[in-house]
Nanobody, 115 residues
Framework: VQLQASGGGLVQPEGSLRLSCEAS????????MGWYRQAPGEQRELVAI???????NYADSVKVRFTVSRDGAKNTVYLEMNSLKPEDTAVYYC??????????WGKGTLVTVSS
């Protein structure tokens, strides 16, 4: 399984970005897919997760501002990020969790929120 994340970049505070994570195979085979982030000097943390059934869960710090979604036809999961804050600056990673407990990670994409 390969996961390719894209869409990061430099954005001003209160701006928006959309991250994409394209899987090499069908995302319907995964129990859940999620986005994590890691800021410099910090541990990796969960940002948002979406199950195969479409249920979602978010970190409190991004609720209302971020939206995770999936497109099975494109084997892609998205993270729509609005009202970005400097503290959202981090490397964002895509993750896929199988029903057997295996976890796959993509290479991260850097999001920098700065004026």
């Amino acid at each position: 399984v390969q996961l390719q994340a894209s869409g990061g970049g430099l954005v001003q505070p209160e701006g928006s970005l959309r991250l994409s994570c394209e899987a090499s195979g069908s995302i319907s085979s995964f129990r859940a897919m999620g986005w994590y982030r890691q800021a410099p000097g910090e541990q990796r943390e969960l940002v948002a997760i979406i199950t195969r059934g479409g249920n979602t869960n978010y970190a409190d710090s991004v609720k209302v501002r971020f939206t995770v979604s999936r497109d099975g036809a494109k084997n892609t999961v998205y993270l729509e990020m609005n009202s970005l804050k400097p503290e959202d600056t981090a490397v964002y990673y895509c993750n896929a969790l199988t029903y057997f407990g295996a976890s796959y990670w993509g290479k991260g994409t850097l999001v920098t929120v700065s004026s």
